[in-house]
């Protein structure tokens, strides 16, 4: 009878627990110590299918078959060996699935939701590449803000970004998903970026966790060819790779994912030296690691494991705490702990740190309160979403040209010519990795001028050609509407899918015959604005000498044609500035700004370093875009000529804005160090500032050099300032500058 009791007891007890209203827990965020405790509790219950379950990520089939889970994984799911989904989003969809592991698994713990929310989820913002283009992370911190917000709101709690790869190669497809080739810009907009995702708190439910990717050097692949191998020096990936990845650490990035990419030699998912001596004992970090899709079983064909079983040890020597869609983790890590070779304490690790943030979300506390179906109506496309997409649209376009001050255009224009392939296309302007973004939810480069001009405006809209392909059918119109016109706005560039993962392209021309039609369009005389959508640098030095205002917009994403014509028309004075150079021919690359000396740059005749066929200088060089107003520098003064090795000093400088339009400039602090006991860059950014200055205002720009700008790896590989002379650069980008110089002494 007492033992009957006592089973009716714990029943009740049980009961209690389970009905508890999960919004009341959730309230109470626990402390680190909380949560500490809780985990060992929760592992010390865990078998070890359901602990490995816990290090095990699958996909659903949503973004392919619609809201769908493979029966497998509905089956794994219920039996407790899933930890986390991806591709799966929509609070409704997600609240579903939830029940799968919380009312049907032995422990109920919740699984995590990711997604590739790269620049925006369904307002969809720039591409990385064009908001690091705005030199402003404060906009790259809002445009990650509102992904968040709406992603949390369809159900998801973690993002695969922010992408803070290096890219100096624009031949390599994602260059557009990170900051360009500049580590001092990549530090400051990778921070910005997990600022804005993870907010001030995890437990809020407008926020999201980020994820630092792809660790470590993806974008040093040979040949700018996707998944390619990366074979440097250990300094140049301390001093050129790695800062941004520990940027992100600083800024309290919760997650890291594995790169594709083998580095000298061994790939990054089994790679000891990047996870363990780097990431966790150097930078301690204590969030966890995720691989990237499949990257675990393709150590084997990298040629680095010998089978499965092997490559499932290898990555879990090397810290990997999630498995990413192989499942090798779920089949070969408990039989690598029963022959011993894996010990049960290097997984209770991992789990701890998976499940740490699970509680940090709140998520072991109320399991749905992401999948809330009204908050999502709310938030998704909301008009506040919307035109904060807008600003950082119009911040992010960079005016490459503008001869004669043909822009702004005039609203009142008579007969105005709108041409190109991607001038009413609303499909590409999403980009690449465009999270749940639509394309009828966009906004044409064509609707956004019908929406500016003067109803009086005639506007003849014509193709003239396909982004590929070498029809030129279309000519003869676009030239017929061009010669009609006061001005012929021309829209060219390439497809969002030419972009991003697996889209390295050999050539940086621009696609088809689309720069046969800007010929045809030149020809008939009418003056030719050309608008370039893409995601890269390209290599446009016809149209640079030929084609009188050239705007360069990236992917805009969402509100990409009413930002685009809020600039041409002048309702917006453009202040990007490129993070990436622009070469004169494919040829070049990698070219980027800050390169080393040869001992021959400027020799007389023939023996010098430099092509014997093309101008050894960018067609646009880092730093550099235009505005409709011009800025003067002077005065470029610092606050002593010497320092100490742990000393600072300031710099100051005079901009003025010396024309009749309010417009805002990028003020930029380079250096140089002259003499090192290795070489160094011949300029290296170490401050910025986007100002905004009214017509002939004057402001005196302050930056400061501490000591963390002027370290680097000598040649014993230790990380300090060295003595010695310094030049200082300040302009508006990296080739225009005003100089001065210091010393440091011991």
């Known amino acids: 009878m007492k033992s009957l009791k006592l089973r009716i007891l714990t029943l009740l007890a049980c009961a209690l627990f389970l009905f508890q209203p ?34 095990t990520l699958f996909t659903s089939d949503m973004t392919v078959t619609g809201p769908t889970i493979r029966s497998d994984y509905e089956k794994l799911i219920k039996q407790g060996k899933v930890g986390a989904l991806f591709n799966a989003y929509g609070a409704d969809y997600t609240r579903k699935l939830q029940k799968l592991a919380v009312e049907n698994s032995r422990l109920g713990i919740p699984l995590l939701y990711g997604y590739d929310v790269i620049h925006g989820f369904r307002t969809v913002f720039p591409i990385p590449l064009g908001e690091a283009a705005s030199w402003d992370p404060s906009v790259a911190q809002k445009s990650a803000g509102v992904a968040a917000r709406e992603s949390a709101a369809a159900g998801l709690q973690w993002t695969f970004a922010p992408m803070v790869d290096i890219a100096r190669d624009p031949r390599w497809g994602r260059i557009a998903e990170g900051a360009g080739e500049d580590t001092y810009l990549g530090e400051k907009m990778a921070a910005a970026r997990v600022k804005g995702f993870q907010g001030n708190s995890l437990f809020a439910t407008n926020t999201i966790l980020a994820c630092a990717k792809h660790y470590a050097a993806y974008g040093a692949a040979e040949g700018g060819r996707d998944y390619n191998t990366v074979n440097m020096s250990i300094r140049r990936l301390r001093d050129v790779y790695l800062p941004p990845f520990k940027a992100a650490k600083d800024a309290g990035v919760a997650t890291y994912m594995t790169s594709f990419n083998e580095l000298n030699g061994v790939p990054a998912t089994g790679n000891k030296f990047l996870m363990n001596q780097v990431l966790h004992n150097e930078w301690n970090f204590n969030g966890f690691v995720v691989t990237d899709y499949t990257s675990i079983p393709e ?33 070969e890590l408990p039989k690598l702990i029963k022959e011993g070779k894996v010990s049960e304490q290097q997984i209770n690790k991992a789990v701890a740190r998976i499940l740490r943030l699970k509680y940090k979300l709140g ?21 506040e979403n919307k035109q904060a997409a807008r600003d950082v649209a119009r911040k992010s376009i960079v005016l490459l040209k503008n001869e004669n001050q043909l822009l702004p255009l005039d609203k009142n224009i008579k007969n105005l010519a709108v041409i190109g392939p991607l001038a009413d296309d609303q499909e590409d302007l999403l980009g690449p990795w465009s999270g749940a973004g639509r394309g009828e939810d966009n906004i044409s480069v064509l609707s956004g001028i019908k929406a500016k001009v003067s109803p009086e405006t005639n ?15 279309g000519f003869e119109e676009a030239k017929e509407a061009a010669r009609k016109a006061d001005v012929a706005v021309v829209v060219v560039g390439e497809a969002r899918n030419m972009s991003g993962e697996a889209a390295s392209r050999a050539t940086l021309d621009l696609p088809g015959v689309q720069q046969d039609l800007l010929k045809a369009v030149h020809e008939t005389g009418t003056p030719a604005v050309m608008v370039m959508m893409n995601g890269r640098p390209l290599t446009i030095t016809w149209s640079d000498k030929y084609i009188p205002s050239i705007l360069e917009t990236w992917f805009l994403g969402t509100e990409g044609g009413n930002a685009i014509a809020d600039v041409l028309f002048g309702d917006y004075n453009p202040g990007g500035k490129l993070p990436v150079t622009f070469p004169r021919h494919v040829g070049m690359v990698p070219y980027y700004y800050n390169h080393k000396n040869t001992g021959r740059p400027k020799a007389e005749g023939k023996y010098n370093s430099k092509y014997i066929d093309v101008k050894n200088t960018a067609l646009y060089p880092f730093g550099y875009g235009l505005s409709y107003t011009t800025f003067s520098y002077d005065n470029l003064k610092l606050s002593k000529k010497s320092m100490s090795v742990d000393d600072s000093l300031q710099v100051s400088v005079d901009v003025e804005n010396t024309g009749n339009r309010a417009g805002d400039e990028v003020v930029q602090l380079y250096i140089r160090d002259l003499v090192g006991s290795v070489t160094r ?14 017509p002939g205002e004057t402001k005196t720009v302050h930056f400061t050099l501490n000591p963390d700008d002027l370290k680097f790896h000598d040649i014993n590989m230790d990380y300090r300032v060295e003595p010695g002379q310094f030049k200082v650069f300040v302009g508006g980008n990296s080739k225009d500058v005003l100089q001065t110089g210091f010393e440091v002494t011991q």
Not at 29 to 52: A, F, G
């Open 22 to 55: 999960f919004q009341v827990l959730a309230q109470q965020q626990l402390s680190e110590k909380e949560i500490d405790q809780k985990v060992n509790t929760l592992i010390k219950k865990m078998t070890l299918q359901e602990k490995v379950g816990q290090m």
């Open 299 to 331: 150590m084997i064909v990298h040629g680095f494991a010998k089978d499965e079983t092997d490559a499932a040890y290898k990555a879990v020597e090397a810290s990997v705490d999630m498995d990413m869609q192989s499942g090798l983790f779920l089949s």
């Open 363 to 383: 998520l072991l506390q109320d399991p749905y309160r992401y999948s809330d179906a009204t908050r999502q109506k709310q938030e998704i496309l909301s008009d």
């Open 459 to 473: 506007i003849t809209y014509v193709k003239g050609a396909e982004i590929t392909g070498n029809s030129e059918e």
């Open 681 to 694: 860059p011949i300029e290296q950014l170490r401050g910025f500032k986007r100002l905004h200055f009214e």
